[in-house]
Nanobody, 115 residues
């Protein structure tokens, strides 16, 4: 069974918005801090934001004030609302625990922001 499934990416102009969703298995999601990660070509994967099971959040400085992470514990779903998108946000976005403990990453969802 697929453990992590990301969706919601697409092509958007600078200044636009997207909402990403992550469906996770209960074994991954429950009582774990969950995070959104992104990886641009030629760059290391980086943590964008994470959220504890109780709702406490941390954001990378590069997205603070523009992105909002949230979770639905009952449905084992993780969300990332992205506003005021910039070309530098272009990357494949992944979800996982934070720090990542699930060895098999999902397929990710591509976010492309045009200038």
């Amino acid at each position: 069974q697929v453990q992590l499934v990301e969706s919601g990416g697409g092509l958007v102009q600078a200044g636009g918005s997207l909402r990403l969703s992550c469906a996770a298995s209960g074994s991954i999601f429950r009582r774990n801090t969950m995070g959104w990660y992104r990886q641009a070509p030629g760059k290391q994967r980086e943590l964008v934001a994470d959220i504890t099971s109780g709702g406490s959040t941390i954001y990378a400085d590069s997205v603070k004030g523009r992105f909002t992470i949230s979770r639905d514990n009952a449905e084992n779903r993780l969300y990332l609302h992205m506003n005021s998108l910039k070309p530098e946000d272009t990357a494949v976005y992944y979800c996982n625990t934070s720090p990542p403990r699930w060895a098999i990453w999902g397929q990710g969802t591509q976010v492309t922001v045009s200038s």
